[in-house]
């Protein structure tokens, strides 16, 4: 059981639940156009969505710490990723994003929602629930861009960390067979996190002003729906 397939376990597992939670709600509101939802399950949806997505942040930057230290220290890697450590680390994401998405869930939970009571989106996202509450927003706002800059950022700033680190050793190695498969033992996963934190900035770091709504939800249905769609099919094909 090599620490790569064991985080590959933990993230084929995010996913589906990822999905499931999104999928046959929105199947619903399209086919049998159910298109109501009580503010409990909207809450609930919010809260496994941003936590699932949360988690899947830190699992790729600790398959990216994978990454590096095989490539980059490649004899000392059986002694440096040892089961226990992995075991840690991917306990760590799990709790810490449950954790943090359960503050902005219950802060929200405390908004008073009126107006038309319509979401512009096919899930429950931060965005819109924000947009129905009556009460004063900031605390929420701020609180929510601290905790999910927090998730995001940080693990992408160590995801391009580990790969500087990992292309200036791919470029020290003599052309030939050894830089080709050094490549190859992280391209699947550099595919992945393209994939997803692409997707990810489009939707929610482009400016309102540069984006319209529908521009918005295409990019969630990218990631929330066809990444997990592809990642298998991306990882079978590498392995």
């Known amino acids: 059981h090599q620490p790569m397939f064991f985080l590959l376990v933990n993230l084929s597992f995010l996913e589906i639940w990822y999905t499931t939670n999104i999928v046959p709600k929105m199947l619903l509101i399209i086919i ?14 919010f809260y496994f969505f941003g936590s699932l997505a949360a988690t899947e942040c830190l699992l790729l930057a600790v398959m990216s710490y994978d990454r590096y230290l095989a490539i980059c ?18 306990a760590s994401s799990w709790l810490c994003c449950f954790l943090l998405t359960a503050i902005t869930m219950v802060l929200l939970s405390r908004q008073t929602f009126c107006g038309p009571n319509e979401i512009d989106h096919f899930f429950c996202d931060f965005t ?27 693990p992408f700033l160590l995801i391009t960390a580990s790969y500087s680190c990992i292309l200036a050793a791919i470029l020290r190695i003599p052309p030939g067979t ?62």
Do not use: W
Not at 38 to 45: H, N, R
Not at 73 to 90: D, K, S, V
Not at 186 to 214: D, E, R
């Open 73 to 90: 220290q490649p004899l000392h890697y059986p002694f440096l990723m040892t089961g226990p450590l992995c075991i840690r680390l991917a």
């Open 178 to 239: 050894g830089r080709q498969k050094a490549f190859s033992t992280c391209s699947s996963h550099l595919t992945m996190v393209t994939m997803f934190y692409g997707t990810l900035i489009a939707t929610y770091l482009v400016p309102s002003a540069n984006s319209s709504q529908l521009l918005r939800k295409g990019s969630s249905l990218l990631y929330t729906i066809l990444t997990p769609m592809f990642n298998p099919i991306i990882y079978r094909m590498r392995t």
């Open 32 to 45: 049998a156009e159910q298109k109501s939802i009580s503010v409990a399950g909207c809450l609930a949806q």
């Open 128 to 154: 819109p629930l924000v947009h129905l509450s009556c009460m004063d927003t900031s605390l929420t706002e701020t609180i929510a861009y601290a905790t999910s800059s927090a998730v995001t950022l940080v």
